[in-house]
DNA sequence: GTCTATACAACGATAGAC
DNA sequence: GTCTATCGTTGTATAGAC
């Protein structure tokens, strides 16, 4: 693969990652991504034979540039692993205030537009996801001392993502941070309650179990 | 307006509803919408002259019955009022089952694919919201007495809808309950804890303010 | 208010020369 | 690998008879 190839290949990927940030999946099309990149149709296709082709290219790319790109950033300056929790949320505040709550989460947005109907790119997703849970839960190891000794740490960090992607979801839609630091300082609120040394966790069951699944 | 005119208006707006609802609105199209409901593009323009019109009408649907037709059913049998407010997750979680992940919530789909393009439609986004937000805070203020005296209610039942959200999204992801399930015991685990009588609530400030914003 | 037929643009994708 | 030209389909929306 010569650099030249290299480089338009990943300029379409570039632009249709920027693209599907902003207005969604189906909402963007190829000739946009196109007259973004400044390529050409048949190189397009050269490279993605079909739409989807490039959607899967765009959640490898954030696969391969998540941890180093993207979270280390806002972490890296931190130092106390339950701050740099807190400093990766705040990462997703400066976003949706630098971009005027025109973009938040990309992964949470596909997800919600594509998982659906495009089985493939599904578990894509979740690589991504994964990857996101994996480094909270990373920190919040770091900090076990401090938390209860039977505190399911994976656990937290999922719901750590959940009310990260619902507040970023609220704060696009109410266009202000306010929803969001709102979920952010519960969520706060929550594990400074949890690191009270002593203090005992334990999950309750859901209200009505249906059936248990997976 | 006839009978029949009200009859072809409602079939219109309950099948876009579905679809939008299943597949979202831009991957939902106009000849698909006529022919679940069986009506005729003619007509369909005569009710709205455009998709975002039909849509706008989707989402005063939602807005006129939240509360009676999709709030109340999940917890009118539950008689305590914080017990209402996990009977209302409850039904987003047999949503979820029941469609197996293809639905969560519509309104929460739309408000991502939508906001930022569609400025008409978000405020009735944001009416759905507050509706949302309203009833739990209701709840909220029923049990009152047993909550710290300074707790921000709303901004707790604001905080209910975001983990919500997000764990929608996440369970239609994963396509699995556990993820779901996962963020409503957390959030279980933080009201009980709220619940001590004594106990005391304060927001801790967000990591890094950028700037005040609404 | 409803019908059928159709306009017209945008879509994703392809062909074939270079 | 890249170029231009273009295919066939689907998209939203309209026209005009009834």
Redesign the interface.
């Known amino acids: 693969m010569s650099t030249a190839a290299t480089d338009t290949r990943a300029k379409l990927i570039e632009s249709a990652r920027d693209l599907f940030m902003?207005?969604?999946y189906?909402?963007t099309g190829i000739s946009q991504i196109l007259k973004r990149a400044e390529v050409n149709s048949g190189s397009l296709y050269y490279f993605f034979p079909t739409k989807e082709d490039l959607l899967l290219a765009v959640l490898e790319w954030y696969r391969d540039h998540i941890e180093d790109d993207l979270l280390a950033i806002h972490t890296a300056h931190v130092s106390d692993p339950v701050?740099k929790i807190?400093?990766l949320?705040?990462g997703y505040?400066?976003m949706l205030?630098m971009f005027e709550?025109?973009m938040?989460c990309p992964i949470?947005?596909l997800?919600?537009?594509v998982?659906?109907?495009h089985p493939a790119v599904?578990s894509l997703?979740?690589v991504n996801?994964e990857q996101w849970v994996d480094s909270v839960e990373g920190f919040l190891n770091e900090a076990a001392d401090r938390f209860p000794e039977d505190l399911d740490r994976r656990?937290?960090a999922?719901?750590i993502?959940?009310?990260?992607?619902?507040?970023v979801?609220?704060a696009?839609?109410?266009?202000?941070?306010?929803?969001f630091?709102?979920?952010?300082?519960?969520l706060?609120?929550?594990i400074?309650?949890l690191l009270i040394i002593g203090s005992t966790?334990?999950?309750?069951?859901?209200?009505?179990k249906?059936?248990e699944?997976?």
Not at 161 to 167: D, K, Q, Y
Not at 181 to 186: G, I, K, S
Not at 201 to 208: I, Q
């Open positions: 902003i207005q969604g189906h909402s701050e807190f400093a949320l705040d505040r400066q205030h709550f025109e938040g949470g947005n997800a919600l537009e998982t659906n109907t599904r997703l979740l996801f656990a937290l999922v719901h993502l959940a009310t990260m992607e619902g507040g979801m609220l696009r839609t109410y266009r202000s941070l306010r929803v630091d709102n979920a952010v300082n519960q706060r609120d929550y400074e309650r966790w334990s999950a309750p069951k859901s209200a009505t249906i059936e699944s997976i």
